[in-house]
T-cell receptor
Framework: DQQVKQNSPSLSVQEGRISILNCDYT??????FLWYKKYPAEGPTFLIS?????DKNEDGRFTVFLNKSAKHLSLHIVPSQPGDSAVYFC????????????FGKGTTLSVSS | DAMVIQNPRYQVTQFGKPVTLSCSQT?????MYWYQQKSSQAPKLLFH???????NEADTPDNFQSRRPNTSFCFLDIRSPGLGDAAMYLC?????????????FGPGTRLTVL
């Protein structure tokens, strides 16, 4: 049973436009959410995170929005660049679970120039 | 550059033949993790070490074992690989345990079972 769901396996966007990647979760105990980015032949790298006490966190072109009532978060990339083409994983954790990160299946973003 | 290194990058083994995957880190992190990622699936935590303290996830099969002889190295042993164990195996590290500690991943080892 998936606790973290990324329902769109892929997303294609033109350079300069906004990319919106979505993630839904089912476990109401999750209190920390992360996005990881993965290029081919490399391991995932941390991109941005948000705590459940916030509803928005911004870092340069990347913004994560959290809607706790809907159990939904999204990653916005503005403007999108070809170098953003990668697999994006949403992950969540609950403090009581200790270190376990629960990942989604990932969304492959393709940004065309 | 400080990093997480996994060897080999590709491993082929035969059904039932024990195999060992290796992970090393130059970050001097206390925690090391092993994840399994099957094709088009989410990475799934198998176990982690906090220093020498081993922590197994409840649903990790007994077929999977791990060793951490020192801070820098951690090994994943698959005692009798089955076809269903073919996957990407990711090693990760973090400075400490806890929700807010960022995990740093290696590039992974892709395991094929014939």
């Amino acid at each position: 049973d998936q606790q973290v769901k990324q329902n769109s396996p892929s997303l294609s966007v033109q350079e300069g436009r906004i990319s919106i990647l979505n993630c839904d979760y089912t476990n109401s105990m999750f209190d920390y959410f992360l996005w990881y980015k993965k290029y081919p032949a490399e391991g995932p790298t941390f991109l941005i995170s948000i705590s459940s006490i916030k509803d928005k966190n911004e870092d340069g072109r990347f913004t994560v929005f959290l809607n706790k009532s809907a159990k939904h978060l999204s990653l916005h990339i503005v403007p999108s660049q070809p170098g953003d083409s990668a697999v994006y994983f949403c992950a969540a954790s609950a403090r009581q679970a200790g270190t376990a990160l629960i990942f989604g299946k990932g969304t492959t973003l393709s940004v065309s120039s | 550059d400080a990093m997480v290194i996994q060897n080999p990058r590709y491993q082929v083994t035969q059904f039932g033949k024990p195999v060992t995957l290796s992970c090393s880190q130059t970050l001097n992190h206390n925690v090391m993790y092993w994840y399994q990622q099957k094709s088009s699936q989410a990475p799934k935590l198998l176990f982690h070490y906090y220093d020498k303290d081993f922590n197994n996830e409840a649903d990790t099969p007994d077929n999977f074992q791990s060793r951490r002889p020192n801070t820098s190295f951690c090994f994943l042993d698959i005692r009798s690989p089955g076809l269903g164990d073919a996957a990407m195996y990711l090693c990760a590290t973090s400075l400490d345990r806890g929700t807010y500690n960022e995990q740093f991943f290696g590039p992974g080892t892709r395991l094929t079972v014939l």
